[in-house]
C-alpha cells in the first residue's frame, strides 16, 4: 500500500542549529514529493516540491530538500533554524498517473526551536 | 487575495447535533478539497470538487457527512448527526486545476469538538 513515513514525532533543536526531517514513502513507482508547514492555528503552506531533474530541491525560507531514490526518502533541510520555524513539517505524496485528489500526507514531525 | 477562508473557525457542538462547516476558495480555483486532521489518522482528504462538482467521495467517512458546493465560491461540509469521534480539525484547500504540479492553498481550518 502507498504510506508515507515521518519516524520523528517530535524535534527539537537550538536556534542557529542545522535542522534534517525525515520522509520515507512507499510507492510503487517514484511519486512526485512535497513538503508543506503549518504553523500553529493555521493550515499548510506549501514549501517545495520534487517532480524530476536536480534531486536537491530548493523552496522557500531556506529550505531545502533531497530525493534519494535508493532509499525512496525525501529529506529536507535547512542550514540555521530560525526560532519562527517552530511549526509542523508534512511529507506528501502523488503518484505520477494521478491528480491532486490522491494526494497522501505523512503524520507530521512538530519542531520545537530552542532559543 | 484573501486566500481559502473558512468559518467558523471553532464550533463547540454537542453530541447529535448538526454541524455545518463553511468554505470560500480562491477567486479562480477550479478545484476544492476537504480534509479532516486527526491526531490518530493524520490528515485525511474526505471529498474533492472539480468546477462545483464532486469528483472523489471516496474518503467521506460515513453517511452522515455529507458536502455540497453550489457554486463556484462556496463549500460546505455538513454532519448529522455529529459524534464525538468527530471532533477534529476540518481544512477546506482550493487549487487552480487537479494537476498533481500544482500547488494547494490550504484555509486556517475549523477546529470541531463534539460533546
Known amino acids: 500500500a502507498q504510506s508515507v513515513t515521518q519516524p520523528d514525532i517530535h524535534i527539537t533543536v537550538s536556534e542557529g542549529a542545522s535542522l534534517e526531517l525525515r520522509c520515507n514513502y512507499s510507492?510503487?513507482?517514484?511519486?512526485?514529493l512535497f513538503w508543506y508547514v503549518q504553523s500553529p492555528g493555521q493550515g499548510l503552506q506549501l514549501l517545495l516540491k520534487y517532480f524530476s531533474g536536480d534531486t536537491l530541491v530548493q523552496g522557500i525560507k531556506g529550505f531545502e530538500a533531497e530525493f534519494k531514490r535508493s532509499q525512496s526518502s525525501f529529506n529536507l533541510r535547512k542550514p540555521s533554524v530560525h526560532w519562527s520555524d517552530a511549526a509542523e513539517y508534512f511529507c506528501a505524496v502523488v503518484g505520477r498517473g494521478g491528480s491532486q485528489g490522491n494526494l497522501i500526507f505523512g503524520k507530521g514531525t512538530k519542531l520545537s526551536v530552542k532559543p | 487575495d484573501a486566500g481559502v477562508i473558512q468559518s467558523p473557525r471553532h464550533e463547540v457542538t454537542e453530541m447529535g447535533q448538526e454541524v455545518t462547516l463553511r468554505c470560500k476558495p480562491i477567486s479562480g480555483h477550479d478545484y476544492l478539497f476537504w480534509y479532516r486532521q486527526t491526531m490518530m489518522r493524520g490528515l485525511e482528504l474526505l471529498i474533492y470538487f472539480n468546477n462545483n462538482v464532486p469528483i472523489d467521495d471516496s474518503g467521506m467517512p460515513e453517511d452522515r457527512f455529507s458536502a455540497k458546493m453550489p457554486n463556484a465560491s462556496f463549500s460546505t461540509l455538513k454532519i448529522q448527526p455529529s459524534e464525538p469521534r468527530d471532533s477534529a480539525v476540518y481544512f477546506c484547500a482550493s487549487s487552480p486545476s487537479g494537476s498533481h504540479q500544482e500547488t494547494q492553498y490550504f484555509g486556517p481550518g475549523t477546529r470541531l469538538l463534539v460533546l
Open positions: 510507492y510503487g513507482a517514484t511519486p512526485y
